[in-house]
């Protein structure tokens, strides 16, 4: 069984910054594209960033120079950073991403976590 964790998530001053954090765990035998996505109170989900297993990554208009996403391959583990930080900014944020399992190593499957919550306010 495979989980993904978010964490880092909390109530941060308009400005100010923020690193959330993406596990993965369980049988996993290799982890593809992962991505962040973000959902405000009566809004759809949004897909914030998007980073491929070889580090190319992709932004939402939005967050373009202010958000950057990362991942530590070894530690199964994606990242983050959020800068510069705007009430716009507040939501739930999910990370996913296709995994392969030991069980089947050559089928990507998605998996999503439970979200952590970023408010931005003053």
């Known amino acids: 069984q495979v989980q993904l964790v978010e964490s880092g998530g909390g109530l941060v001053q308009p400005g100010g910054s923020l690193r959330l954090s993406c596990a993965a765990s369980g049988n996993i035998f290799s982890i593809y594209n992962m991505d962040w996505y973000r959902q405000a109170p009566g809004k759809e989900r949004e897909l914030v960033a998007t980073?491929?297993?070889?580090?190319?990554?992709n932004y939402a208009d939005s967050v373009k120079g202010r958000f950057t996403i990362s991942r530590d391959n070894p530690k199964n583990t994606m990242y983050l950073q959020m800068n510069s930080l705007k009430p716009e900014d507040t939501a739930v944020y999910y990370c996913d991403a296709y995994i392969a399992t030991m069980g089947a190593p050559s089928l990507g499957v998605r998996y999503w976590g439970k979200g952590t919550l970023v408010t931005v306010s003053s």
């Open positions: 980073i491929t297993k070889h580090d190319t990554t």
